[in-house]
């Protein structure tokens, strides 16, 4: 089974960038879409980006034009460019791959996002 790890989580401060990193152990492209999901403390896990295998996004509104999602197939990586951070973006990080009827997690990274 594909394992993923996430990196590049790390306390940053608001306003400041991240770029978060997710490498697979096997193949991406056997999956329909790769996501990045966050659970931040008292608070349920939730969707922050998905890219589908042909390479289309979509964002949570609250990261629209700030976050960036992308994947290289060749490298077997997605990443998430998180730009313009504020406290509310606190959380740890997971990489997920997505079939339909299973879906395989990272172990997440964690980003304090320091006001």
């Known amino acids: 089974q594909v394992q993923l790890v996430e990196s590049g989580g790390g306390l940053v401060q608001a306003g400041g960038s991240l770029r978060l990193s997710c490498a697979a152990s096997?193949?991406?492209?056997?999956?329909?879409?790769m996501g990045w999901y966050r659970q931040a403390p008292g608070n349920l896990r939730e969707l922050v980006a998905v890219?589908?295998?042909?390479?289309?996004?979509n964002y949570v509104d609250a990261v629209k034009g700030r976050f960036t999602m992308s994947r290289d197939n060749a490298k077997n990586m997605v990443y998430l460019q998180m730009n313009s951070l504020n406290p509310e973006a606190t959380a740890v990080y997971y990489c997920?791959?997505?079939?339909?009827?299973?879906?395989?997690w990272g172990q997440g990274t964690q980003v304090p996002v320091s006001s």
């Open positions: 997920t791959a997505e079939r339909v009827g299973y879906s395989i």
């Open positions: 096997g193949s991406i492209s056997r999956f329909n879409a």
């Open positions: 890219i589908s295998s042909g390479g289309s996004t």
